[in-house]
């Protein structure tokens, strides 16, 4: 069988525990969901940009021995981030705070059956996973792989390859979640002028960080990426509803 997979991404205990708390509460049609549930949108998706592009970045800025050009070019990079972040967390609290718990209750359901345990050095942790297509973790991985190996002359395929990763993500972190709340027609199209602007920003500033990365550090940006693809049961066909539900655990 063909080996298919996914993206896990270790939860802080701040997420869990107020996704706990939110599938237990949508029961009892707690008052303050929606204000929570809003909150739980835009910081989940901000965790995956920090996960994967943040921690990297950061990584590239600490590197001694580094052109002061580069340093410049990898903070701006960081400005970015913070500043796309910020904006996630204005637009989609403000959008999801309107809503009641009842109309919220499938959003958060969502983003729980998103929660399984992956086995990361030899313990459990609860991850948020997604799905990705086969043929986009084969592309992806042997992209890193050729940075590993110093084949690469640039950095750029890699870079295309996570900006194909990131885009799965917001789909099923905004996009989907967002569907589900079906909002009128304004609040639609400004959420969707919000998720267009922002994403067109990260990948401009991904591509930008591409072009400045230097051979030097192509080991290190493979080896922060190769971490989060993971072998999963799951295949991309299931997850995007061709096929029938499941919801496996993961070791």
């Avoid at 971490?227 to 096929?243: D, K």
Wanted: charged share 20%.
């Amino acid at each position: 069988m063909e080996t298919q997979y996914a993206v896990a991404l270790p939860l802080n205990d701040v997420i869990r525990q107020e996704l706990e708390q939110l599938h237990t509460s949508s029961v009892a049609h707690d008052s303050s969901i929606a204000e929570k549930a809003g909150k739980l949108m835009s910081e989940a998706t901000c965790h995956i940009i920090d996960y994967i592009f943040t921690d990297m970045v950061q990584q590239f800025a600490n590197v001694k021995e580094m052109a002061e050009e580069k340093i410049a070019s990898f903070k701006e990079s960081l400005s970015h981030i913070e500043e796309i972040k910020g904006i996630i967390r204005k637009y989609f609290g403000w959008a999801v705070s309107w809503f009641d718990a009842k109309r919220l209750k499938p959003v958060i359901a969502h983003y729980h059956q998103l929660i399984n345990e992956c086995s990361i050095n030899s313990a459990a942790i609860p991850c948020l996973i997604y799905a990705i297509p086969d043929m986009l973790a084969q592309k992806a991985l042997d992209a890193l792989n050729d940075l590993k190996d110093l084949k690469a002359d640039n950095a750029l395929h890699a870079i295309e390859c996570l900006i194909e990763i990131i885009d799965v993500g917001v789909t099923k972190l905004l996009k989907e979640p967002k569907e589900l709340l079906k909002f009128n027609f304004i609040a639609n199209k400004t959420l969707d002028g919000v998720m267009n602007m922002t994403t067109a920003l990260s990948y401009k500033s991904l591509r930008k960080l591409g072009n400045a990365m230097d051979p030097a550090l192509f080991q290190t940006a493979s080896g922060h990426l190769q971490q989060f693809i993971i072998p999963h049961p799951l295949s991309w066909h299931e997850a995007v509803g061709t096929g029938p539900a499941l919801h496996p655990s993961i070791s």
